[in-house]
Structure formats: structure tokens, C-alpha cells
Nanobody, 125 residues
């Protein structure tokens, strides 16, 4: 059974950086896509970024492209999200997710079968 545990959230000011980590366990992830999603109060969960575990191919939402960077460490079984130039609109609970390839739509949360508990990111203006 896949287990995902996020860490690294916190309170920062606009313009600051933050790095989130997701520790993955329970199986090998060579056939998986790892994603980051976020959900702000009163809004639906939205796609942030994803990475193919084996190939390392990356995808980003338009709203974070150029500011956020997703990466994975095969040896440590972790997926990270480096977030730069944060703004108050980035405030949300951030979730790590794992989906078995192939995904019909990499940005669709329904394609991911395993989720972490989430970590809060708050950006003050």
C-alpha cells in the first residue's frame, strides 16, 4: 500500500521561497506519476505539478510555471516541490499524490489513487 507523507509547509512572506517534500513508501514507484496538488479555502483542488518517476518528465500548471520546480530522488523515494517567488494566491493546503501510469490526464486529481495528508502553506502579503 502506497503511503505518502508531506512536510515543509509553513508561513512565509510574499517573495519568499519554500520547499515541500513528499516521502513515498510501500512499493517501488517506477510505474508511477507523482503529483502535487493544492486546495485553497472555498476552492476546488487544483493541479500544481507532476513528474514521471522513471523518465523525470515534468509538467506544471500555468500559474506556477517558472516559479515552482518538481523533482524526485530515486534513492530516497522522495518528491520535492521547490516554490519560489511565492505570493498570497499560493496559499493553500498542498497535497502529494501518486498515480499509476498511464494517466488519461496528468492534471486530473481523479487519476491519482494515493494521497498524502497535506501540508499548509500560507503566504502573507
Amino acid at each position: 500500500q502506497v503511503q505518502l507523507v508531506e512536510s515543509g509547509g509553513g508561513l512565509v512572506q510574499a517573495g519568499d521561497s519554500l520547499r515541500l517534500s513528499c516521502s513515498a513508501s510501500g512499493r517501488t514507484f517506477s510505474g508511477y506519476v507523482m503529483g502535487w496538488f493544492r486546495q485553497a479555502p472555498g476552492k476546488e483542488r487544483e493541479f500544481v505539478a507532476a513528474i514521471y518517476w522513471t523518465a523525470g518528465t515534468r509538467y506544471y500548471a500555468d500559474s506556477v510555471n517558472g516559479r515552482f520546480s518538481i523533482s524526485r530522488d530515486n534513492a530516497k523515494n522522495t518528491v520535492s516541490l521547490q516554490m519560489n517567488s511565492l505570493n498570497p494566491e499560493d496559499t493553500a493546503v498542498y497535497y502529494c499524490a501518486a498515480g499509476v501510469r498511464p494517466l488519461r490526464a496528468i492534471e486530473a486529481s481523479s487519476e491519482y489513487g494515493s494521497w498524502g495528508q497535506g501540508t499548509q502553506v500560507t503566504v502573507s502579503s
